[in-house]
């Protein structure tokens, strides 16, 4: 590699030498005079005078001839685009660049006799003779280099796509890990989110539970009738104020049974049963009626008894009683009459003595006793 550098590196330095040589050739010699001198025909290097306008190859020396398999005579019959294997308008084009610019350096594609295509650099430098312009021109084949160089920028390509593989599958496996851990922290955030939420539900539904607990055992206790509540055996779980005083003044009432306190008939549901109560203080009577409580398999889990005291609405119906024999038995004329002053029954008696049915006078004002209508 240090070997082709220093080549070309020497190689440079005669084009240099030959080129300015060139620059000082008179405008008054031709280009015969200028190319027929031994230096540009023996020399190693391959080398062209190329008329820039046209293409035509104007000189070749022995080397020239040597590297692409044409004659001399051949070669100075071509031009440059019949060996470049750019068109005509790029190989234009860069003759242009190197005229224009001063540009003398071109890496080209050059086809030899043979069919071969061979990688040149081209060094160029414009010159004048009798106000005509040509590119003086020393190529060099670079294939081995560019081989070599190809080789090498095989080898960094396939360098470069391992560590390129590698950063990759290195970047993927970070990304599956950040993934994994993004994921990890959702499922643990959803997880305390839905946690919190069941526990908020369920502090809720506990306060709803006690308020409803706390409703239910007011309206419970709010109730004036006795009301007992009973597993299957008539064995007391619970029961309302008006119970415990009535029944044990205060005393709990749970795990006794209900019968103990009553001559009511065991086990009759959806009747209403009119039976003495042994109250703590005082035996009472009571209109008991027991309803069944039923769970989903239709099994008896336990009873409700509503029991109401009507021992005030027997002793009325008593002094009703009375009442209305003494109505119905006295020989004293009696009616009764509403606020309004009408009347609303009267007894036998007052028939007797007025001669007024009853149906006569209902509706009517005591003032029809004044009337004279009456039988004396």
């Given at each position: 590699?240090?070997?082709l ?8 330095v ?10 000082q ?14 230096l ?18 104007k ?35 860069e ?19 043979s ?14 003779i ?29 360098l470069?796509?391992?560590?390129a ?9 970070r990304?599956?890990?950040l ?48 009301l007992v ?51 703590a ?11 069944a ?9 336990g ?17 009703q009683?009375?009442?209305s ?6 020989n ?21 003595i ?20 009456h039988?004396?």
């Amino acid at each position: 590699m240090g070997g082709l550098i220093v080549k070309t590196f020497i190689k440079a330095v005669i084009v240099c030498c030959v080129i300015t040589f060139v620059d000082q050739v008179s405008a008054k010699q031709s280009l015969d005079s200028a190319i027929n001198i031994p230096l540009f025909n023996e020399h190693s290097a391959v080398m062209l005078v190329v008329e820039p306008q046209t293409g035509e190859i104007k000189f070749a020396n022995k080397a020239a001839a040597a590297f692409y398999g044409y004659s001399i005579a051949q070669l100075q019959t071509m031009r440059i685009q019949q060996i470049n294997i750019f068109t005509e308008q790029q190989v234009a084009q860069e003759r242009q660049a190197a005229l224009s610019k001063g540009q003398n350096y071109f890496v080209f594609q050059h086809r030899l006799a043979s069919g071969e295509t061979r990688t040149v650099s081209v060094y160029s430098a414009p010159f004048t003779i009798e106000n005509k312009d040509f590119l003086f021109s020393v190529i060099h084949d670079i294939s081995s280099q560019r081989n070599l160089e190809k080789a090498l920028w095989h080898y960094q390509e396939n360098l470069e796509e391992l560590v390129a593989s590698q950063t990759n599958e290195i970047e993927q496996k970070r990304t599956d890990q950040l993934l994994l851990a993004l994921i990890s922290i959702s499922v643990l955030v959803i997880l305390l989110a839905t946690l919190t939420l069941l526990a908020l539900r369920l502090r809720r539904a506990k306060k709803s539970a006690q308020k409803d607990s706390a409703t239910l055992k007011a309206i419970f206790n709010s109730i004036d009738d006795l009301l007992v509540y009973t597993d299957a055996e008539h064995i007391v779980i619970t029961a309302n104020t008006t119970a415990v005083q009535k029944l044990t003044a205060g005393e709990p009432l749970e795990d006794k049974n209900i019968y103990s306190f009553t001559e009511c008939p065991k086990g009759v549901a959806g009747v209403d049963s009119e039976c003495q109560f042994h109250g703590a203080k005082e035996v009472f009577w009571g209109e008991a009626r027991v309803t069944a409580v039923i769970d989903e398999k239709n099994s008896k889990i336990g009873e409700i008894h509503l029991i109401r005291d009507i021992s005030l609405k027997l002793k009325a119906r008593q002094q009703q009683r009375l009442a209305s024999t003494v109505f119905s038995a006295t020989n004293e004329g009696i009616l009764v009459s509403n606020r309004d002053n009408e009347i609303q029954t009267v007894n036998a008696a007052f028939t007797q003595i007025t001669g007024y049915q009853e149906q006569d006078v209902l509706g009517q004002t005591p003032a029809i006793l004044n009337s004279g209508r009456h039988k004396p």
